[in-house]
């Protein structure tokens, strides 16, 4: 497994990833869209006890993205590391983009895709969704296994 370490704009905010991601979304839906000022999101989902702050404690900043949205940003600088979706703790989806090495993951999925903006091109072979999907039968097993330890 590649080192995933990371962190905000400044430097002052920084994390550690102790593990590869279970898997990796690529979000096209307009929150995503106005919440980055880009055409999607990239989002690389792991278990909150395996998303490790090194440096600054990014603060909790609350959206209006439906259900229990919180988004976590360097109290300085103010970049988006991470969110939290529905009040669960456990998962975090980490911003592939503030990786020290953020080309080294690449989507597993692209979602929301009913909103994505024309221009854009999906590749071959990562599956499309106009809305989410069932995690059960897109994860691998050991995702899957990992997953049912946060949830039961």
């Known amino acids: 497994m590649a080192e995933l370490k990371g962190g905000c704009a400044c430097g002052r905010a920084r994390y550690a990833l102790a593990s590869e991601p279970l898997f990796v979304h690529c979000c096209h839906c307009l929150r995503c869209?106005?919440?980055?000022?880009?055409?999607?999101?990239?989002?690389?989902?792991?278990?909150?006890?395996?998303?490790?702050?090194?440096?600054?404690?990014p603060v909790a900043v609350p959206t209006d993205s439906g259900k229990s949205h919180r988004i976590f940003r360097c109290d300085t600088c103010g970049t988006a590391l991470a969110s939290e979706y529905g009040g669960v703790e456990t998962l975090r989806f980490v911003r592939v983009g503030t990786l020290d090495a953020p080309h080294g993951l690449k989507p597993d999925v692209h979602i929301y895709t009913r909103s994505k903006v024309p221009w854009v091109a999906l590749p071959q072979g990562v599956p499309p969704f106009e809305a989410y999907y069932d995690s059960k039968k897109l994860w691998p097993e050991a995702s899957l296994k990992r997953r049912a330890a946060i949830f039961g």
């Not at 869209?33 to 404690?57: D, H, K, Y």
């Open 33 to 57: 869209q106005c919440e980055t000022g880009s055409a999607f999101v990239l989002n690389a989902l792991i278990e909150s006890e395996r998303f490790a702050l090194t440096g600054a404690t």
